[in-house]
């Protein structure tokens, strides 16, 4: 006879339920959140996301009533999954007989039960969430039910996920895992359409990833937990001058060494780092950091004015560098406490000071490891690094990162198929490039993939030799830095290379044919800004098709930006009214995540301007499809108003390259920029390497189609196009030149 005092929770048998309930407490630790929102009694249509086989589990245990679900009748053919759904009672669905299923859902609405379902149709395979099908629609609309959105978060990794591209074969977590579900709030089912369902998945999604123990952790903490976890692996193979390999043991025992130093010499808050990508800037950061200091690297291509303004915003008194780029940048503004990283690490006791270290890294816990430099086990929201926009647009803005925004990232990150453990990750971006800091620095030391390090994206010999040499298999990089590799790299040469991935600026159609034509490398596509750490969306690879279901998903998309990344939402707000629109509507995108920071540093005004009702403003332009893929459509500074017409200066280049059939495999040839008119409001000037009367280019722009309205009627010719040492195209620069043509 049933326990009076157990309250039932499923429709399991008695003893069986308690056995199960039982078995999931001890392997899932369950929070939520939202629960209160349940009506107590009445027929309830409940959608969740759908990332592992055991998110009915978490669901029940979360929920306050029993849940019907609605399950995939095909799992019948295993006879384990098809004792689970006699016991609980699931109700069958199959694409033969669907009706079946739904009338079967609508009967037990109409009972007053709480059905589940998933509207994905499936287990996502990428741990993103896929596309809405409309089935719950005609759920909830034929029986009048209200409906209620749930986000799981948590479960992604386990044995009964996709993750890795593979099910059930993994190795089990040790620990319970920590798992979180957020509950919305009933809408009647009139409102409950696919758009609303999207939006409340990814908000709820949001909310419960931003719940995770991990992202309250240090940054600095975590990073040496995982160096002397595996103390043998080989983390960083510097290839600045002759090859240097040095094992995680060794990252951390001259880090440990040299914090002692900064902790007991360096008393402000922020220390500048001006180092090429490798492992001195490995060590430099991990030492500012295990120093409890905050470390700035510094972007050396920037003008000295833009240096200046970065050391007054950071209060930064000191720079750790080393001589030899001191003796290659002679015009930097160097501050008079400028100190030689090797020299520092001989101040601190050199070989004698780090072997102890070296010894503790093998022989005690990880815990013990980071405890031994007075790590604190938590960094939450505490600034953790700053960074600097480029100032392509106006003066550089700082940009502080906390613990929780680069944790938040790199678990992003890991939670896609791109950068396993086995990575080979080739570095050359900037550390000051957020990219370059957030994925070539951190992740490395979090995730323990290896990483090759060239020390400047413009050496594109050196690139195609250490990926040549060190059989790398993840190349990163903003499209102005993988052109020069078309003309001068053989294929043979790119042999181990499995992914290209670009950011920073819009992959060219031009040279993603190319590269795959010439490599077989598709190139994808990511996004991502120095407020969101920087990733926010990346297309990957299509994961493989399940013979079980023959149902294939897809993980990019051409011309996308691909998905968000898990844990982030967004909104899609109208430039001019400032009203939100419908995600698959053009508008200004915002994003909300973990991984977005908190707002400038001590620039209150500028922080208002880049949020929205909570919601960070990216500027750019863009849609998303059902899917939930993102369309980049322009920068909303790279539109002009003319005449009441919002003409995008992108599609007027690509339009011009098109005409003229401009080879750009080697920098950008042309720019476009609007400056003031006193008749239209604004009128458009061509910025361009080559020759070109305003004549040819109205004839040529009007034969593909373009309106009158959209033809540059100034043309002024340089030498180069102005560009950053990020890889992008310097904004400011450019609008200064075509202000001076327009004069």
């Not at 849940?67 to 689970?84: A, E, H, M, Q, T």
């Not at 780092?273 to 800037?281: E, K, N, R």
């Not at 908190?598 to 849609?623: C, I, M, N, Q, S």
């Not at 339009?655 to 009128?683: C, H, M, S, Y």
Request: aromatic share 8%; with cysteine.
């Amino acid at each position: 006879m049933p326990n009076p005092f157990y309250r039932r929770r499923s429709y399991l048998p008695f003893l069986i339920e308690l056995l199960a309930s039982l078995m999931a407490h001890l392997l899932y630790r369950v929070r939520s959140r939202g629960a209160e929102h349940f009506p107590s009694t009445g027929g309830l249509l409940l959608i969740a996301n759908h990332i592992s086989y055991v998110d009915v589990v978490v669901l029940q245990l979360a929920c306050p009533r029993p849940i019907r679900f609605v399950g995939y009748k095909g799992l019948r053919r295993n006879p384990f999954f098809n004792w689970c759904f006699e016991l609980s009672g699931c109700i069958g669905v199959s694409d033969e007989l669907p009706m079946e299923g739904m009338r079967a859902a609508m009967r037990a609405l109409n009972r007053g039960e709480v059905v589940l379902v998933f509207p994905e149709g499936h287990i996502s395979r990428t741990g993103q969430l896929m596309e809405i099908k409309k089935g719950f629609e005609l759920l909830a609309r034929q029986t009048g039910s209200p409906v209620m959105a749930a986000a799981v978060d948590g479960l992604w990794g386990s044995i009964f996920s996709f993750a890795g591209n593979k099910y059930l074969w993994k190795s089990p977590r040790l620990m319970p895992t920590h798992v979180f579900v957020c509950f919305g709030k009933p809408v009647p089912a009139a409102q409950a359409t696919v758009a609303w369902a999207r939006r409340e998945l990814l908000d709820l999604g949001a909310t419960s990833f931003n719940e995770r123990p991990v992202l309250r952790r240090h940054l600095g903490r975590e990073c040496v937990r995982t160096l002397t976890k595996h103390p043998g692996r080989l983390l960083v193979v510097d290839r600045t001058a002759e090859r240097r390999p040095l094992k995680c043991a060794q990252i951390y025992a001259v880090a440990a060494a040299l914090s002692r130093r900064i902790r007991a010499t360096l008393p402000e808050q922020r220390i500048g780092i001006v180092l090429p990508p490798g492992a001195g800037a490995f060590i430099a950061n991990l030492a500012v950091l295990a120093a409890g200091r905050i470390p700035v690297n510094l972007n050396f291509t920037a003008g000295r004015q833009a240096t200046e303004t970065s050391y007054r915003i950071g209060g930064i008194r000191t720079v750790i560098s080393a001589d030899a780029m001191r003796a290659k940048l002679p015009n930097f503004p160097w501050p008079e406490r400028t100190l030689d990283l090797k020299s520092e690490i001989e101040a601190a006791g050199g070989k004698r000071a780090i072997l102890p270290w070296l010894l503790a890294a093998w022989l005690l816990p990880n815990q013990w490891c980071a405890g031994l430099l007075g790590l604190p086990h938590r960094g939450d929201d505490a600034e953790a690094g700053l960074l600097f926009t480029s100032g392509s647009s106006g003066e550089p803005k700082g940009v502080p990162l906390s613990h929780r925004n680069i944790l938040a990232n790199c678990a992003q990150i890991s939670s896609l198929s791109i950068l396993p453990e086995s990575a080979s990750l080739l570095g050359c971006l900037p550390v000051f490039h957020s990219f370059g800091f957030t994925v070539t620095l951190w992740y490395p030391m979090l995730r323990g993939c290896r990483v090759v390090t060239v020390p400047s994206p413009l050496e594109t010999r050196k690139i195609i030799e250490a990926i040549r040499d060190e059989h790398a298999t993840v190349m990163l990089g903003a499209p102005t830095f993988i052109r020069p590799i078309l003309k001068k790299a053989q294929p043979a040469e790119l042999r181990s290379l499995e992914l290209v991935v670009t950011g920073a600026e819009k992959l060219p159609d031009d040279l993603y044919r190319a590269f795959l034509e010439t490599f077989h490398i598709e190139i994808l596509q990511g996004y991502g800004l120095t407020e969101t750490t920087p990733a926010s969306n990346i297309n990957q690879p299509h994961p493989p098709v399940l013979l079980s279901t023959n149902q294939p998903q897809i993980g990019k998309r051409t011309g996308s930006v691909g998905r968000m990344m898990p844990g982030m939402s967004a909104r899609i707000m109208d430039p001019e009214t400032r009203a939100f629109l419908p995600l698959t509507e053009s508008g200004v995108v915002l994003f909300r995540g973990a991984n977005v920071f908190a707002g400038y540093l001590d620039d209150p005004a500028k922080t208002r301007a880049a949020f929205e009702d909570g919601w960070f403003v990216t500027g750019d332009l863009g849609r998303f499809d059902d899917d939930g893929f993102l369309f980049i459509e322009g920068r909303l500074s790279r539109f002009s108003k003319i005449g009441g017409e919002m003409v995008p200066h992108g599609t007027i280049e690509q339009k011009i390259l098109e005409a003229f059939a401009w080879d750009q495999l080697e920098n950008p040839t042309l720019f476009v920029a609007g400056v003031p008119d006193a008749t239209r409001g604004e009128a458009l000037v061509l910025l361009t390497v080559h020759e070109v009367s305003a004549d040819s280019l109205r004839t040529r722009l009007m034969d593909l189609g373009l309106p009158n309205l959209w033809v540059p009627k100034l043309i002024r010719r340089v030498e180069r196009i102005p560009m950053l040492g990020t890889g992008k195209i310097d904004l400011k620069r450019c609008h200064e030149l075509a202000v001076e043509a327009a004069r």
